[in-house]
């Protein structure tokens, strides 16, 4: 069965600063990650997705991740956070058996200004 | 296209009564997902359904729980009865078939359900 990790139950960045949300993963077979955003009383917004390829992968909002199949991580990542950022991300796995995405508990993003 | 809809959007009631949540699926897509949030335990799967018919349900937490898909573009859960560890957000997400490994699911705007 497949399975997501995210280690950080919160991540505080400064406006304008890098930030990394982790995401590591465990799948039987070849993943397909994705990462959506939740922002309050809102539904999941899909950011992007790794299916095979390029190893970095770009997204909506200048958000890109990097699939590391040796350390079986797929981090979200963006080079300067804004405010508007501060949301929950969720990192998400499939295996290609055809099932449903299996979600990690997300990571509650806050950028400070 | 108007996207994943459910309704309500909140719903409160009181324990013991009877709670149906609904959604209506992005039109063409013919896998349907029922996913439900909270703090505790994130988002868990409860139920998903292709073509209308279900294929897993063990995460259905009890006999409470019942869903259903009568056709392509509607589909409903429901509680009954209700109690209060039941309140939670309730997702309900869609993809089209057969490209479902390499799509992603797209989510409807929740149900906020609260059982006093």
């Known amino acids: 069965a497949q399975s997501v990790a995210q280690p950080e139950d919160q991540v505080n960045v400064a406006e304008g600063n890098p930030l990394t949300v982790k995401c590591t993963y465990s799948?039987?077979?070849?993943?397909?990650l994705f990462w959506y955003v939740q922002y309050p009383n809102r539904g999941l917004q899909f950011l992007l997705k790794?299916?095979?390829?390029?190893?970095l992968v770009k997204g909506s909002y200048g958000f890109e991740a990097e699939f590391n199949k040796s350390q079986t991580s797929f981090h979200l990542k963006k080079p300067s956070a804004l405010v508007s950022d501060s949301a929950l991300y969720f990192c998400a796995v499939r295996d290609d058996r055809n099932t449903p995405l299996v979600f990690g508990k997300g990571t509650r993003l806050s950028v400070i200004a | 296209d108007a996207g994943v809809i459910q309704s309500p959007r909140h719903e409160v009631t009181e324990m013991g009564q009877e709670v149906t949540l609904r959604c209506k699926p992005i039109?063409?897509?013919?896998?349907l997902f029922w996913y439900r949030q909270t703090m505790m335990r994130g988002l868990e799967l409860l139920i998903y359904f292709n073509n209308n018919v279900p294929i897993d349900d063990s995460g259905m937490p009890e006999d409470r729980f019942s869903a259903k898909m009568p056709n392509a573009s509607f589909s409903t859960l429901k509680i009954q009865p209700s109690e209060p560890r039941d309140s939670a957000v309730y997702f309900c997400?869609?993809?089209?078939?057969?490209?479902?490994?390499?799509?992603?699911?797209?989510f409807g705007q929740g149900t906020r359900l609260t059982v006093v």
């Open positions: 997400a869609s993809s089209p078939l057969g490209r479902t490994m390499n799509t992603e699911a797209f």
């Open positions: 799948v039987s077979g070849n993943p397909y």
């Open positions: 790794y299916i095979t390829g390029d190893n």
């Open positions: 039109s063409g897509h013919n896998s």
